[in-house]
C-alpha cells in the first residue's frame, strides 16, 4: 500500500501518529525528512530505487458526537453530563484513549455501538438513545465534515476528540 492508500505491491507505507498532534502537522515534514535518511542505509536499494518505501502522517480526524440519552434523576443530570463528557474525550483520545488505556490503532476507529456501551456504563445514566457522528479530517483544514462511515475504514485514520452535544432526559418527573 502506498502512502495514498492505493493498493501497490511491494511497497511498505510507515505512519506515523507523533505525541503532539495537536500541533496539526506542525514539523512532520521535518520529521520525515529525518526519518528517510534515517532507513536510507537501512532498507532494501530496491525499496529507494523504486520509491516503495513511504512515510506518512496519521489521518486525524476529529469526531464530535451529539447524544441523546437518559439519566435516572433529575438531580444527577449535570453529573451525569460531566461525566459524559470526560468519558467521551478520554476514550477519544488517539494516545491513551480507547477502551483498554493504551490509544488507538493507526486504521482503527469506535464505531457506534462501542461508544452506545461506553456511555451506558456511566453511573446514572439508564439509556443512550441517539448517536449522531460527525467527522472532520484535521490534517485538511479547509475540508468540510466527511460522512462518518466512509472514513471509518480509512487505514491510517486515528479518531480525536471534538465537540460534543449532551442532551439528557430524566425517568422521573
Not at 98 to 105: A, C, H, K, T, V
Request: proline share 5%.
Amino acid at each position: 500500500m502506498d502512502d495514498q492508500a492505493n493498493s501497490m505491491p511491494g511497497a511498505v507505507t510507515l505512519v506515523l501518529l507523533t505525541e503532539d498532534y495537536n500541533a496539526r502537522g506542525a514539523g512532520f515534514e521535518h520529521l520525515r525528512r529525518k526519518l528517510y535518511k534515517f532507513y536510507e542505509d537501512k532498507l532494501p536499494a530496491g525499496m529507494i530505487v523504486e520509491r516503495n518505501f513511504f512515510l506518512r502522517e496519521a489521518v486525524l480526524v476529529e469526531l464530535e458526537l451529539h447524544i441523546q440519552a437518559t439519566v435516572n434523576e433529575f438531580a444527577n443530570m449535570s453529573m451525569a453530563q460531566k461525566s459524559m463528557m470526560e468519558t467521551i474525550t478520554k476514550f477519544l483520545d488517539p494516545i491513551s484513549g480507547n477502551s483498554d488505556g493504551n490509544g488507538w490503532e493507526i486504521g482503527c476507529m469506535p464505531d457506534q455501538y462501542k461508544i452506545q456501551s461506553l456511555l451506558t456504563s456511566i453511573e446514572n445514566v439508564i439509556s443512550v438513545d441517539h448517536i449522531v457522528i460527525f467527522a472532520k479530517i484535521l490534517n485538511k483544514p479547509d475540508t468540510p465534515m466527511v460522512i462518518f462511515e466512509d472514513i471509518q475504514t480509512h487505514p491510517y485514520a486515528v479518531p480525536v476528540s471534538g465537540n460534543h452535544e449532551i442532551i439528557l432526559d430524566c425517568l422521573e418527573n
